[in-house]
C-alpha cells in the first residue's frame, strides 16, 4: 500500500496559477501510475491527469489540455499538478492516487488515495 500526501492548495484569482504537490511513500511496482482526480461540491470526482512512474508517460483529461500539467521527481517520490490559467470551475478538492496498470492510460481503478487538498478560484 502506498501512503500519499497532498499539499500546495489555496485561495487563487481566477487566472492565477498553483502547483500541487503529492508526496508517496510506501511499496510500488514497476508498472506504477499516479494520477489527480477532483471533486467540486455536488459533482463527482472526475479525472484531471496521469503520469506514468517508470516512463513518465502522461495522460489528461481533455478540458485540461494546455492549462494543467502533471510531472514527477523520482528522487523525491513526489508528482506535481501544475495548474495554470485558473477558472472558478476549477474550484474542487483535489486528490492524489497511485496504482498498478497493465494497460496505459490509467484513469480508474487507482489503489491508494490521498486525503484531498482543496483549491478555490475567485472571479
Known amino acids: 500500500q502506498v501512503q500519499l500526501v497532498e499539499s500546495g492548495g489555496g485561495l487563487v484569482q481566477a487566472g492565477g496559477s498553483l502547483r500541487l504537490s503529492c508526496a508517496a511513500s510506501?511499496?510500488?511496482?514497476?508498472?506504477?501510475?499516479m494520477g489527480w482526480f477532483r471533486q467540486a461540491p455536488g459533482k463527482e470526482r472526475e479525472f484531471v491527469a496521469a503520469i506514468s512512474w517508470s516512463s513518465g508517460s502522461t495522460d489528461y483529461a481533455d478540458s485540461k489540455k494546455g492549462r494543467f500539467t502533471i510531472s514527477r521527481d523520482s528522487a523525491k517520490n513526489t508528482v506535481y499538478l501544475q495548474m495554470n490559467s485558473l477558472k472558478p470551475e476549477d474550484t474542487a478538492v483535489y486528490y492524489c492516487a497511485a496504482g498498478s496498470y497493465y494497460i496505459w492510460p490509467k484513469r480508474t481503478g487507482y489503489a491508494s488515495w490521498g486525503q484531498g487538498t482543496q483549491v478555490t478560484v475567485s472571479s
Open positions: 510506501g511499496r510500488t511496482s514497476s508498472r506504477y501510475a
